[in-house]
Every structure is written in structure tokens, then in C-alpha cells.
């Protein structure tokens, strides 16, 4: 869908050509073909248009070009980050859905950024920038009906080869991201357990990937009885889906990934108030970028490392049979847990999910994705995700992901302080820890099940949605996490 391409920019005939422009260090404004020369210089001269970051600027060319509109997209001082160049293609691919662009061209000059981070983020973007989740939307107009882009040409001056790979890159992240999204956006009833079976199917019929799933009566083999006790208040199935992907080379690392697949989370018998609650649609985001990797690693193929990913999935509903507060559970390592309270049933899913994968997939890195705590909003708001770590190697490896990915991560001790808060009196361990720290003491609860393997806990109940408003990140789910997974593993060293 992407072309990339060396040839001339003005000379392209479409609907719109987007030209992202950086000011000269005496505010003068420059490209370098001379009919887009006179526009700019005319834009710049009325005033309405500098160049600085996040400004923009519409126009409609006379006969001396080809395209049907033109854009002027402000870069501002020579930019240098990844995520100021996502930011500027986001705010393209908005514009394009504003005017109902079907083409599109892009051009720059002067930013001071390898051609292929390039490509990839002004990729990424422009096709995260232009998502919209209309598919229940029934009696709209036609003319409010999203319309996306078809045809996208990139105009590099030089390196197209870099160019291109950084595009091709891109768009597998942000197939990713949308992927995610999609999944998050489908209510709780439209996004059951089974709908994380049926897509992890999917993914072994059309890439090398091999698709696992336990229904209940291989939890029950298998004895996982926290995923069970949270089902138990639930009409359908719990399911576990375990993808497996293996890479060529015999010796490589396996990385395990985890994701929280709760489809709907009431709370249980320890059922949450009523106001938001619509929100807890949104519980089975780390699930959904678990999967959402996991389909771009089909696609992708690896040379260098195996990767496994598995996804517990259920809702967490107050049934007749629900589990109880007090009631104490089985689990898949043995251990024993007091529920205190039902509502803190992602860490149930997680501590077999983490347990089974450890014992065999013997994975040498573990990464777990959950909007796991309401308590990781107040410490970090919306624009960090919570970082725990048994292990400061793999916790740099992630926050080098992330931030090379625009989603950056915050790191939180653990500690056996910490521990503690978890002692029950009437089993080897109790599901909450009381009010402080509570985003600490649900990974403290997780580390109870990984051993010495070295893992990362992510929890993305601030970021999964309601993220930092970003040109390329929509209101509702953010997607988060996909990218960041796919880039740790394709800099696996
Ligand atoms: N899914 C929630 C966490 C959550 C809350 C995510 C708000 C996003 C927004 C999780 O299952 C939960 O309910 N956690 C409890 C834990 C408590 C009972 C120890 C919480 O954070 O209140
Ligand atoms: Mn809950
Ligand atoms: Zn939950």
C-alpha cells in the first residue's frame, strides 16, 4: 500500500501532497523544488504558517500542480526523535480523514533522523493516526463515514532503500497497534475468550505459528485453579491460548509473553460500582497486544529467537457459583491463595498463565502485559506504563522498547516489604495487599510464580486507554503494548 519512491514530489497528481517542512535556523522556510518553493514561501509570508511542531496548513494549488491539495506539516527545529516524526505523520493521517483522501504523497527535508526510522515512524503514524471503530456504527450518513487511505507514496530525497525498509517495518507495527485496538474496542460481548481461541486459530492456518487451547477440561487436567476461580461466576468457557513461534536457529532464546485476557471484569462478588464500569470492556488489553505481537511475529519471522505467547482469557462475573471472598484456591504451581477479594482476579489469570509457560516453555525472558491495578493510574496517571522487575537487564531492554516505541515505561521497586502484605493466615498466600502500594503488591504477587526466571511486569490499566493524547493514538483503546513487544523482540540481541 506504501510505495516509496525517488521521484519528483511535484509532479505527483492526487489528493493531497503532504510535505513536512523544517525551518531554517533564521525562520525562513525551504524546500527544494521550485513550484512548492512559491507556496511555501507564500504561506510562511501571510503569517499563517512557521513550521513549528503541530502546526499545519491546507492549500489548493493552482494549474502549475498536479495534486488537488496541498499540506503544509510544521516539523519545527530540526527534529531528532522517533516520536516527533510518528507525531507529525499522525497529524497527516488525520488530515487526510478529514478531507477524504484516498491518496496520498509525503516529502520532507532536513530532519536529522536515519532514513529508515524515518520511513518506519512517519509510517506508523499515519496509519495509527487514521483509525476509526465504526463497525456498530448502522445509521450514519454517508458523508460521516470514515474513508481511508489506499494508495500512500513516499518522496525521500535520498536512501529509498532505507526508506523502504523502515516503511515496511512500520506498517507491520501499526497493523499491530489497530489489531489491538480492534479486539479492545469489541464489547464484552463481542470479544469473548473464544474470540482469543478463534484469532490464535487463525494465526497457526495462516503463518508458523502453533495455536494450543485449554478449555475447561484441560484447566481442570491441568490444575489451574485460578483461572477456573475466576470463571466460575461465568456463563462461557474460560479459555488459555498459548501461541508458539520458532525461529530457524537451534540454540536461540525463547521469550514468553503473558497478556491479561480478562473480556469483562464486574468485580465479581466484590463487585465494582456501577459508574464506569463499561470501561472493563477494556480489561483484556494486555491480552489483545499479546496476540496482536504475536500475529506480526507470524508475519515477520524471526531468525534469532523462539516466542511464545500465551493469553488466559474469561470474564469475571458474580454467578451463582462465582468465587467468594475467603474462599481459598488452587493453583497450576501447587501454591494456595486466599481471595480477599474477587475483583483482584487478574493476578489469578496471570499466576498460572506465568507458571505453565516458565515450566514448559523454559523461557530465558518473561513479559507480562495487564491492566492489572487502578492504583498504577494515581502513581503514574495516563502517560507511563508501570515497569516491575526481578531483573535490570531485561527492565532496560523493555524501557529501550518502549521509548524507542512512544510508550514509554516507569520502573517501581519490588521488594520483600512488599512480599509480605501478601501473608495469609490461612494459605501460602492471600490475593491483595492491602491499600499501599498497590500496584506493587499485585506484581509482588505475580513474582511469587516466575521464580528466578528474569521478568517484566507491565501494568497498563493507565495507558491501554485514555492515553496521552496523541495525533496518532485516538480516543478509546490505545493499543498499547504491541509495538513495544515487536521492537523487543526484533532487538533481541
Ligand atoms: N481490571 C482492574 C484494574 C483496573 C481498574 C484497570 C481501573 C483499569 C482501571 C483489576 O482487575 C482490579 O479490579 N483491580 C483492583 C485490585 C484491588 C481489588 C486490590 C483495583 O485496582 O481496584
Ligand atoms: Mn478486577
Ligand atoms: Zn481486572
Known amino acids: 500500500m506504501i510505495t516509496v519512491s525517488k521521484k519528483k514530489m511535484s509532479a505527483w497528481s492526487g489528493d493531497m501532497l503532504a510535505v513536512l517542512v523544517v525551518p531554517q535556523a533564521d525562520g525562513s522556510l525551504h524546500i527544494e523544488e521550485p513550484v512548492l518553493q512559491t507556496y511555501l514561501a507564500k504561506a510562511g ?14 492549500l489548493y494549488p493552482d494549474d502549475d500542480l498536479p495534486c488537488r491539495r496541498l499540506l503544509f506539516v ?42 529508515q526510522d524515518m520511513g518506519e515512524c512517519c509510517t506508523e503514524g499515519l496509519l495509527l493516526g487514521q483509525y476509526r471503530f465504526s463497525k456498530y456504527k448502522k445509521s450514519i450518513a454517508d458523508d460521516e463515514k470514515p474513508v481511508f487511505l489506499k494508495k500512500i507514496s513516499f518522496f525521500p530525497h535520498e536512501a529509498v532503500a532505507a526508506c523502504r525498509r523502515g516503511v ?81 536457529r537451534q540454540d536461540a532464546d525463547t521469550l514468553l509473553l503473558v497478556g491479561k ?112 491495578t487502578g492504583a498504577v493510574i494515581i502513581g503514574l496517571g495516563h502517560h507511563y506504563t508501570g515497569l516491575m522487575s526481578n531483573d535490570d537487564g531485561l527492565a532496560a531492554k523493555v524501557q529501550e522498547a518502549g521509548s524507542r516505541c512512544g510508550e514509554p515505561v516507569w520502573r517501581l521497586p519490588l521488594g520483600e516489604e512488599y512480599s509480605k502484605q501478601l501473608k495469609s493466615e490461612v494459605a501460602d498466600l492471600k490475593n491483595v495487599g492491602g491499600k499501599p502500594a498497590g500496584t506493587i503488591t499485585a506484581a509482588a504477587f505475580l513474582q511469587e510464580f516466575v521464580g528466578e526466571t528474569p521478568w517484566v511486569h507491565l501494568d497498563i490499566a493507565g495507558t491501554a486507554w485514555n492515553f496521552t493524547e496523541k495525533s496518532y493514538v485516538p480516543k478509546g483503546p490505545s493499543g498499547i503494548g504491541a509495538r513495544t513487544l515487536i521492537d523487543l523482540v526484533r532487538n533481541w540481541a
Open 261 to 372: 485476557g480478562l473480556t469483562f471484569d464486574s468485580g465479581g462478588i466484590s463487585l465494582k460500582p456501577g459508574a464506569g464500569m463499561e470501561d472493563m470492556k477494556y480489561d483484556m488489553c494486555g491480552g489483545a497486544a499479546v496476540m496482536a505481537a504475536m500475529a506480526a511475529i507470524g508475519e515477520e519471522q524471526p531468525e534469532h529467537v523462539n516466542v511464545v505467547g500465551v493469553v488466559p482469557a474469561t470474564d469475571n462475573m458474580p454467578g451463582p457459583a462465582a468465587v467468594k471472598p475467603g474462599d481459598i484456591i488452587s493453583s497450576y504451581s501447587g501454591k494456595t491463595i486466599e481471595v480477599i477479594n474477587t475483583d483482584a482476579e487478574g493476578r489469578l489469570l496471570l499466576m498460572d498463565a506465568l507458571a505453565y509457560g516458565i515450566k514448559n516453555f523454559k523461557p530465558s525472558a518473561v513479559v507480562d502485559l495487564a491492566t492489572l
Open 74 to 115: 510544521g516539523l519545527g527545529d530540526k527534529p531528532k526523535s522517533r516520536e516527533e516524526i510518528r507525531l507529525a505523520g499522525g497529524l497527516v493521517g488525520q488530515k487526510a480523514m478529514d478531507i477524504k483522501a484516498v491518496t496520498l504523497a509525503v516529502a520532507w527535508s532536513d530532519v536529522d533522523l536515519a532514513m
Open 168 to 248: 515496511r517495518l512500520g506498517e507491520v507495527a501499526a497493523r499491530a497497534g489497530k489489531t489491538a485496538r480492534d479486539m479492545a474496542n469489541e464489547p464484552g460481548s463481542g470479544w469473548t475468550a473464544e474470540e482469543f481461541a478463534v484469532f490464535g486459530r487463525g494465526l497457526s492456518t495462516k503463518s508458523p505459528i502453533t495455536c494450543t487451547v485449554f478449555g475447561t477440561r484441560e484447566l481442570r487436567r491441568h490444575k489451574m485453579g485460578g483461572v477456573l476461580a475466576v470463571n466460575q461466576g461465568s456463563e462461557g468457557e474460560a479459555k488459555m491460548v498459548i501461541l508458539s513461534y520458532r525461529c530457524p
Open 45 to 58: 509570508k501571510s503569517g499563517d504558517f512557521s513550521g513549528k511542531a503541530g502546526q499545519s496548513f491546507l
